[in-house]
């Protein structure tokens, strides 16, 4: 565990060393509550509720796809990751570093989504419910996090860059964080349950309110939990593999 938090302080501070990338997470999140939750759900306690709640997780999709997907191919490119992983303590350490200071990096993006939240809409939830989708932001950056290592590992950086882009406005506007509950188009709704973006935001809406989750929803998000796990060590494996043949 000791050597675990070495590698998520390193990688912290390699993060804070370039502020637009701490900044970059929470911007776009940010300015869609300004300009869309604000003045149209702002007033309304429960609609404030839910869409903060979605671009919490539209924050967490973020902050994961682009610092695992982006920052895992930009290390590999780097002369000091090969020499890493000939290091004695092997890959257990770095890799739980990674997502400590990953996750750390996550609840941070969310600051500014729920500052704005508690400020300028009429958003509220009782303190458990708070502490409750705290606890479920962890488990919904999973199925982000895997998403971002798979591309981290298998692409370039320039090519993650381009595939992060490419994914991450689909899964947001396909699973629903960008409408209230029930109420997207109805191929965003036929489509929306089988995506793992649709999964976790129904875990937040039903962290801060009494949405009822959909079965399928549930059963769907672990199943892509379970496919991106193993495109993930796939893809690790493929560029150890590499590295050292």
Avoid at 90 to 116: C, E
Avoid at 158 to 172: M, N
């Amino acid at each position: 565990m000791r050597l675990a938090l070495v590698h998520a302080r390193y990688q912290l501070l390699e993060t804070v060393r370039i502020p637009i990338a701490v900044v970059g997470s929470a911007f776009f999140p940010a300015v869609a509550m300004l300009f869309f939750v604000v003045p149209f759900a702002g007033k309304d306690p429960v609609a404030a509720t839910y869409a903060t709640a979605a671009m919490v997780t539209f924050s967490v999709l973020s902050a994961n796809v682009f610092q695992y997907g982006v920052g895992v191919a930009e290390d590999r490119d780097q002369p000091w990751n090969p020499y890493t992983r000939t290091l004695p303590a092997g890959p257990a350490p770095r890799f739980a570093g990674r997502v400590l200071a990953g996750l750390a990096l996550t609840y941070l993006s969310l600051v500014p989504v729920v500052v704005i939240g508690a400020t300028l809409t009429e958003a509220r939830t009782s303190a458990p419910a708070f502490l409750l989708a705290l606890a479920t932001v962890t488990v919904i950056s999973v199925p982000f996090t895997l998403l971002g290592l798979a591309i981290g590992y298998s692409m370039p950086s320039r090519a993650a860059i381009v595939v992060a882009q490419v994914v991450f406005f689909p899964l947001a506007f396909g699973g629903g964080l960008l409408s209230a509950p029930d109420q997207a188009p109805g191929f965003v709704e036929a489509v929306a349950p089988f995506l793992p973006t649709r999964g976790a935001v129904e875990l937040m809406w039903a962290a801060v309110g009494d949405y009822p989750v959909n079965p399928l929803s549930m059963v769907m998000l672990g199943v892509w939990v379970v496919l991106l796990a193993a495109l993930a060590g796939w893809a690790y494996r493929r560029d150890e593999g590499r590295r050292f043949s």
